[in-house]
């Protein structure tokens, strides 16, 4: 099943996250592994107990879930500026 999540604070991610992880079978200690994160980490992420956490470290545990975030933009195209 596949479904877009409105991310709009770190909480949002977090959620994702430890859903993923559920629907996926995995338990916290599994995903850390391969996702290359500690368990404490991603527990602590997966509690929103780590509101400073590295873009990099949660881009890893989405990729390795499976989860694509996409970012929607609105840009201003004129040629003015």
């Known amino acids: 099943m596949s479904a877009q999540v ?3 604070r770190p909480m949002d991610v977090s959620q994702v996250v430890a859903a993923s992880r559920r629907a ?3 338990t916290q200690a599994q995903l850390a592994s391969r996702a290359r994160v500690s368990t404490r980490w991603l527990s602590m992420f997966e ?3 780590t509101p ?3 873009i990099s470290k ?3 545990v989405l990729a390795t879930l499976g989860v694509d975030l996409v970012a929607t933009v609105d840009l201003d ?3 003015k500026d």
């Open 6 to 8: 409105r991310l709009r």
């Open 77 to 79: 195209l004129d040629p």
């Open 58 to 60: 949660v881009l890893g």
């Open 47 to 49: 509690n929103g107990k």
């Open 24 to 26: 996926a079978g995995l």
């Open 52 to 54: 400073g956490a590295e």
